[in-house]
């Protein structure tokens, strides 16, 4: 599912393709994905040009040349693509952006989790969508207030949108394995070491993630990432991966490094 690495990732590769250049077609393939009508997203966008990007958490905004932002949210398999031949286009291409320049871009989504919209204020859709800070650009100190105002368990702290925006499954549990911590840990357990080490671990997860650029084979071997299944060998503990559920999402832990302490 692309998280925040991944759509940073996204936004790289948008940024080297197509940005400052300018749309001449758009064809909406499905209408399911788009928040807005099929013509209503035409219109917004045929004639205009890529200008900048911005991210937060999961949501890439593009900024166009009449100052509307172009809204990408990529679900679960969503993806982009630039390539000139038409034939080449990618299968599940949803909607499809030409260029000036003979190339096109398209939005690929095939479970049709992922929407694309229109707005013209970004602090209003970021509102609307329950947004909280961007987990990379947030300071601990934003961090650590956040966390001390919930309640409840750290896992589903972490992984609301509203508290802190981008980070998912496969990264809570890999910030909460690399501290030690279980998901099951209520807030009100958490010491300021704790909430520490948290914030770094989110910092290095996510930036050593979009450095390497989501390729998950290359990642250090003390990630869970890299043995994430039940009944693997943990690399930071002297156990086997578990698997278990948290507040409805599948969740993997070492046992013997991450001992709930109630």
């Known amino acids: 599912m692309p998280e925040l690495p991944e759509v940073a990732t996204f936004e790289k590769y948008l940024r080297h393709t197509a940005l400052h250049k300018k749309i001449t077609e758009v064809e909406v393939e499905d209408e399911r994905v788009v928040l807005c009508t099929a013509d209503e997203l035409r219109e917004g966008l045929i004639g205009q040009t890529f200008e900048q990007t911005q991210r937060i958490g999961k949501h890439l905004l593009i900024s166009l040349s009449s100052g509307q932002y172009l809204s990408m949210h990529f679900g679960m398999t969503g993806r982009l693509r630039y390539f000139k031949d038409r034939e080449d286009t990618p ?61 409840g368990l750290i896992k589903p702290i972490l992984m609301n949108q509203s508290v802190v925006a981008g980070l998912g499954n496969w990264i809570v549990d890999d910030m909460l394995y690399q501290t030690g911590l279980h998901p099951e840990t209520p807030m009100v357990a958490l010491e300021e070491t704790h909430i520490k080490s948290l914030y770094d671990k989110m910092q290095y997860i996510i930036r050593t993630a979009i450095d390497l650029e989501t390729r998950y084979d290359e990642f250090p071997k003390h990630f869970l990432i890299t043995h994430r299944e039940e009944g693997a060998k943990s690399t930071l503990y002297d156990g086997d991966i578990i698997r278990m559920v948290v507040n409805g999402r599948g969740t993997y832990i070492c046992p013997v490094g991450q001992k709930l302490k109630v």
């Open 91 to 151: 299968r599940f291409t949803k909607v499809l952006f030409s260029l000036e320049d003979g190339y096109h871009l398209s939005y690929v989504c095939p479970r049709i989790l992922g929407r694309l919209g229109l707005t013209s204020d970004v602090q209003a859709y970021s509102k609307k969508k329950k947004l909280g800070e961007d987990a990379l650009k947030i300071s601990h100190e934003s961090f650590a207030k956040k966390l001390k105002k919930r309640k």
